[in-house]
Each structure stands twice: as C-alpha cells, then as structure tokens.
Nanobody
C-alpha cells in the first residue's frame, strides 16, 4: 500500500509561483512512475505532468508545458511540481498519483494510488 500526501497549495495571484510536494509512505516509490493531475469544478480530472522512475523522462500537458516542472527525489520518497507563471485557469485541486509500471504515462488508468489532493487557486 502506498499513501500519498500532497501539500503546498494555496491562493496566489496570476503570474505567481507555487511548488507542490507529494510525500509517499508505506512503500518506496523509487521504481514507480509518478504523476500530477488536476480537477477543476465541474470538469473531469486531467493530466498535468508525469515523471518516470529514474527521473530522466517527463511529459506535460500542452496547457502547462514550459510553465510547470515535475521532479523527484527518490531518497526522500517525494515528488514535486514547480508551477510558474500561474494563470486563473490553473485553478483546481491537484492530485499526486503513483504508477507501479515505472514509465511516465498521461493515462489515469495507469496509476494505482492517489492522494487526497491540494487546492490551488489563482486569482486574476
């Protein structure tokens, strides 16, 4: 069992930055792929970013590419999402997810465990 806890969300203004953290416990995630997804009110949960087990492969949604950066520190069992140049449309609950398959994937079905989410609100 993997337990994921997100932190770092909050209320910011457009153009600001935030860094989300996802701390894993229960099992080491060293060989697991990790992903960030988000869900805005009234919308489906959507892919944001993913990183493979070794950290040398990442993928991003078109809407956040060049603004967000996903990274991981396996020794700390932690994954990060650095979010720069935030826009009001980035407002959502952000979820961390873990995939035992190891390879970076944008598909929700590839992920076995999910955190409870952290709210990010960007005001204009």
């Amino acid at each position: 069992q993997v337990h994921l806890v997100e932190s770092g969300g909050g209320l910011v203004q457009a153009g600001d930055s935030l860094r989300l953290s996802c701390a894993a416990s229960g099992r080491t995630i060293t060989y697991w792929a990790m992903g960030w997804f988000r869900q805005a009110p009234g919308k489906e949960r959507e892919f944001v970013a993913t990183i493979n087990w070794s950290g040398d492969k990442t993928r991003y949604s078109d809407s956040v590419n060049d603004r967000f950066t996903i990274s991981r520190v396996n020794a700390e069992n932690t994954v990060y999402l650095q979010m720069n140049s935030l826009k009001p449309e980035d407002t959502a609950v952000y979820y961390c997810a873990a995939s035992e398959f190891g390879e970076a994937s944008s598909s929700r079905s590839e992920y076995n465990y999910w955190g409870q989410g952290t709210q990010v609100t960007v005001s204009s």
